[in-house]
C-alpha cells in the first residue's frame, strides 16, 4: 500500500520560500513510470495543481507559478520536494503530495495535507 | 490559467440522481479523454472516483458514472445517498500547459 506524508513547516514568513518535502513509503520513486505532484488548496477553495516530476526530474509546472516554483526528487530518500519562493498570504493552502502520471489527470494517491500559513 | 467551469452547488434527495457538469474548450475538455472526477469530504484528501471520462477504479460504486460530448464532461451520481455529501471536482489534460488543470468544485448537498 503506497503511502504518501508531506512535511515541513506549517508558517513561513511573506516574501520567504515554502519548503515542503513529500515521504514515499511501500513503493519506490526510482525507475516507477508514475510522476508525483504537488496539490494546493486555500482555506474554503478549490483545487490547484502546482506542478508534477518524475524519478529522472522531468518537470511540468502550473504557468501561473512557474516563475516561483522549484520540484525536485531525491530517489536515495524516495521523497521529491517542493520550494515555492515569494511567498505572499494568497499561497496560504493546505499542500498535498500526490502519485499521478504523466497527464497529471488522475491523482492515484494523495499525503494527507499539511496546511501552511503564510504570515509575518 | 482558468480552471475549468462547474455548477458551484447542485442538491438532491436521498434515491434520486444529480449530474455536475465540467465545461472547458477544445485545448482541454473537448480534445482528449483524460477528464478525472475527484469526491472530497471535508477535512479529508480528495478521492478519484472516474479518470479517463468514464472509467471507476476498483472499489468506487457504480452509482458513479462519467460521461463527455463537446467540450462538456459530466458526472452522474444515481440514487443519491447521505454519504454522497462531498465536494466534487474535474480535472482534464490542458494541451497548452501539458498539465491538468481542476474545474472550480461543486458542492453536492442530499437534501
Known amino acids: 500500500q503506497l503511502q504518501l506524508q508531506e512535511s515541513g513547516p506549517g508558517l513561513v514568513k511573506p516574501s520567504e520560500t515554502l519548503s515542503l518535502t513529500c515521504t514515499v513509503s511501500g513503493g519506490s520513486i526510482i525507475n516507477s513510470p508514475y510522476y508525483w505532484g504537488w496539490i494546493r488548496q486555500p482555506p474554503g477553495e478549490g483545487l490547484e495543481l502546482i506542478g508534477t516530476?518524475?524519478?529522472?526530474?522531468?518537470?511540468y509546472y502550473n504557468p501561473s507559478l512557474k516563475s516561483r516554483v522549484t520540484i525536485s526528487v531525491d530517489t536515495s530518500k524516495n521523497h521529491f520536494s517542493l520550494n515555492l519562493s515569494s511567498v505572499t498570504a494568497a499561497d496560504t493552502a493546505v499542500y498535498y503530495c500526490?502519485?499521478?502520471?504523466?497527464?497529471?489527470?488522475?491523482?492515484?494517491?494523495w499525503g494527507q495535507g499539511t496546511l501552511v500559513t503564510v504570515s509575518s | 490559467q482558468s480552471a475549468l467551469t462547474q455548477p458551484a452547488s447542485v442538491s438532491g434527495s436521498p434515491g434520486q440522481s444529480i449530474t455536475i457538469s465540467c465545461t472547458g474548450t477544445s485545448s482541454d475538455v473537448g480534445g482528449y479523454n483524460y477528464v478525472s472526477w475527484y469526491q472530497q469530504h471535508p477535512g479529508k484528501a480528495p478521492k478519484v472516483i472516474i479518470y479517463d471520462v468514464s472509467i471507476r477504479p476498483s472499489g468506487v460504486s457504480n452509482r458513479f458514472s462519467g460521461s463527455k460530448s463537446g467540450n462538456t464532461a459530466s458526472l452522474t451520481i444515481s440514487g443519491l445517498q447521505a454519504e454522497d455529501e462531498a465536494d466534487y471536482y474535474c480535472?482534464?489534460?490542458?494541451?497548452?500547459?501539458?498539465?491538468?488543470?481542476f474545474g472550480g468544485g461543486t458542492k453536492l448537498t442530499v437534501l
Open positions: 500526490g502519485r499521478t502520471d504523466v497527464l497529471s489527470t488522475v491523482l492515484w494517491d
Open positions: 480535472i482534464s489534460y490542458r494541451s497548452t500547459t501539458t498539465l491538468g488543470v
Open positions: 516530476i518524475n524519478y529522472s526530474g522531468s518537470t
